[in-house]
């Protein structure tokens, strides 16, 4: 059985290096202000279980209209057994309006098809791919969605009031 709990102040370490193993250092955004924003009441957190183990992590930011998935990750130790799959089902039940940035599956990646498989696994689970392509603070997004619709004016936007002016002035449109 799979369950998301917002996180315990116990967990922050698992959580922290799940983190960094499972995101790029140029995608990662300071964890502080992950967990800031969470306590602050600007953000969830949550611990993703299996049978009750730790298995993943989900990180949103919160508006009154819709939803940022920031992060999802499960433990590689783990991936492969539908965790994240469920894990995101329930996210969107829980936030009815709800979009995830992914990098771009429009540039090449020393990955190979990685990309293409994220890019797949979000649109297997109901998400819609967006008209919507940025830089953001040099990496090059794609957004999708669930609930909700967002242009780029829309998607900066919501940087700028739901994390900073600043974060805002690092994002720029690209034109798919």
Same mark, same amino acid.
């Given at each position: 059985?799979?369950?998301?709990?917002?996180?315990?102040?116990?967990?922050?370490?698992?959580?922290? =290096? !799940?983190?960094?193993?499972?995101?790029p250092?140029? +995608?990662?955004?300071?964890? &502080? $202000?992950?967990?800031?924003?969470? @306590?602050?009441?600007?953000?969830?957190?949550?611990?993703?279980?299996?049978?009750?183990?730790?298995?993943?992590?989900?990180?949103?930011?919160?508006?009154?209209?819709?939803?940022?998935l920031?992060?999802?990750?499960?433990?590689?130790?783990?991936?492969?057994?539908?965790?994240?799959?469920?894990?995101?089902?329930?996210l969107?039940?829980q936030?009815? =309006? !709800?979009?995830?940035?992914?990098?771009?599956?429009? +540039?090449?990646?020393a990955? &190979? $098809?990685?990309?293409?498989?994220? @890019?797949?696994?979000?649109?297997?689970?109901?998400?819609?791919?967006?008209?919507?392509?940025?830089?953001?603070?040099?990496v090059?997004?794609?957004?999708?969605?669930?609930?909700?619709?967002?242009?780029?004016?829309?998607?900066?936007?919501?940087?700028?009031?739901?994390?900073?002016?600043?974060?805002?002035?690092?994002?720029?449109?690209?034109?798919?």
């Amino acid at each position: 059985m799979i369950t998301l709990n917002r996180f315990r102040w116990w967990e922050l370490g698992y959580l922290y =290096a !799940l983190y960094l193993s499972a995101f790029p250092a140029r +995608e990662r955004k300071p964890f &502080g $202000t992950i967990v800031k924003m969470a @306590k602050a009441g600007r953000a969830d957190l949550w611990a993703i279980r299996s049978d009750g183990v730790l298995a993943g992590l989900a990180a949103t930011v919160n508006s009154p209209e819709v939803v940022l998935l920031d992060y999802l990750a499960v433990s590689k130790k783990y991936r492969g057994w539908g965790i994240g799959t469920a894990a995101l089902r329930t996210l969107m039940e829980q936030y009815p =309006a !709800l979009f995830v940035e992914i990098e771009s599956t429009y +540039e090449p990646a020393a990955s &190979g $098809t990685e990309r293409e498989k994220r @890019k797949q696994f979000y649109v297997n689970c109901g998400m819609v791919p967006l008209e919507v392509e940025a830089d953001v603070f040099g990496v090059r997004m794609e957004l999708l969605s669930h609930g909700c619709s967002m242009d780029f004016d829309g998607y900066r936007s919501f940087y700028r009031e739901h994390y900073s002016p600043w974060a805002a002035e690092h994002i720029r449109e690209v034109q798919p």
